[in-house]
């Protein structure tokens, strides 16, 4: 049912592995000699773009938790430990799949040239 994919245990399992993910990467930043500016980083339009995509598509990502399941041959109850793992990997793995997105969006126009695949 649409409506248990959406309760707020697994919107903030998901909410956690997003946020995860980014401090996993501010902590591995090549260069750690520059201050951390959180205002820097959301004046960037991109970074904007990405926190977008990457909620819109983990809430996509949750609304399809029963048919992606069902793909899988998962079975995910409201109870089912299968359900909180996705909707952790939601959040963390997701922003990982926009961000490679972005970049190969980013070296399109930036080149001005397709990419071939």
């Keep these: 049912m649409i409506g248990n994919n959406l309760?707020?245990?697994?919107?903030?399992l998901a909410l956690i592995g997003m946020v995860m993910h980014v401090l996993m990467k501010i902590i591995n930043?090549?260069?750690?000699?520059?201050?951390?500016?959180?205002?820097?980083?959301?004046?960037?339009?991109?970074?904007?773009?990405?926190?977008?995509?990457?909620?819109?598509s983990t809430v996509a990502i949750l609304l399809m938790a029963d048919d992606l399941g069902d793909m899988m041959g998962i079975t995910?109850?409201?109870?089912?430990?299968?359900?909180?793992?996705?909707?952790?990997?939601?959040?963390?793995?997701?922003?990982?799949?926009?961000?490679?997105?972005l970049k190969a969006v980013e070296n399109k126009v930036g080149n001005g040239t397709k990419s071939n695949p």
């Design 76 to 101: 995910l109850s409201t109870d089912a430990p299968a359900k909180s793992v996705l909707a952790f990997a939601a959040g963390y793995l997701n922003h990982s799949l926009i961000r490679n997105i």
């Design 29 to 56: 930043r090549k260069d750690k000699t520059k201050k951390l500016s959180f205002k820097v980083f959301f004046s960037d339009t991109m970074n904007w773009l990405r926190i977008g995509l990457a909620v819109c």
């Design 7 to 12: 309760e707020p245990k697994f919107l903030l």
